[in-house]
């Protein structure tokens, strides 16, 4: 089956250090995968696509300088908060399609990673 | 663009009591439909879809049947558990390897 595992699940950090965040696909491969953001209570907003072996492609409003994605390999994009500040604690959810087409989905399925929940002090 | 609205929360609900979470779309061409499910502390989970019109999705005692002709995609299960409480989520993709449109979610829970 397609899971998609996320690392880590909760970090806590100073204002002003960068954080990596690491999305990982365990049993297909991911030349696609993206990366959502959800505040408490409210909805998953798409944040990038990243792209293995290329730039990753921004939402609207989202700072590429502040959120660098890097989509090293087919089974890995990491998510980088650099010089972090209060208001970028949030959970951030990664997800990648499949091509897995058995039962547990079709061709272009989305599996979710079980998220990341970042607090900046 | 392609938006997702779904009703506001939060529901409470009786157990047994009959669920229905409403949920309309805004898409161009003929989107995919979707409901993911968001337990405590848990990731998302596809609870169901349907990719066509007049399809019905259904999982776990939950259904939804895609209307192209009133856009919507109504969840529903005719007698909810204390397990059931979780926040649900409409969304819809384009195609292929589009990323997910999110409605707002819906937090439901149900009470013994």
């Known amino acids: 089956g397609a899971v998609v595992s996320q690392h880590p699940s909760w970090v806590i950090c100073k204002s002003g250090t960068s954080v990596k965040i690491e999305c990982r696909s365990l049993?297909?491969?991911?030349?696609?995968m993206f990366w959502y953001r959800q505040f408490p209570k409210q909805s998953l907003m798409l944040m990038a696509t990243s792209n293995e072996g290329s730039k990753a492609t921004y939402e609207q409003g989202v700072e590429k300088d502040k959120f660098l994605i890097n989509h090293a390999s087919l089974t890995l994009s990491t998510l980088t908060v650099t010089s972090a500040h209060p208001e970028d604690s949030s959970f951030y959810i990664c997800s990648a399609p499949s091509r897995d087409s058995g039962e547990r989905g079709s061709y272009n399925e989305q599996f979710f990673g079980p998220g990341t929940r970042l607090t900046v002090l | 663009g392609n938006s997702v609205t779904q009703m506001e929360g939060p529901v409470t609900l009786s157990e047994e009591a009959f669920l229905t979470i409403n949920c309309t779309y805004t898409?161009?061409?003929?989107?995919?439909l979707f409901w993911y499910v968001q337990y405590p502390g848990e990731g998302l989970q596809l609870l169901l879809k349907?990719?066509?019109?007049?399809d019905k999705g259904s999982n776990k005692g939950f259904e939804a049947t895609y209307r192209k002709e009133t856009t919507s995609f109504h969840l529903e299960k005719g007698s909810v558990q204390v397990s059931d409480s979780a926040v649900y989520f409409c969304a819809l993709r384009n195609s292929g390897n589009t990323p997910l449109v999110f409605g707002k979610g819906t937090r439901l829970s149900v009470i013994a």
């Open positions: 898409a161009t061409g003929y989107p995919s």
């Open positions: 049993d297909f491969q991911a030349t696609t």
């Open positions: 349907a990719t066509k019109a007049d």
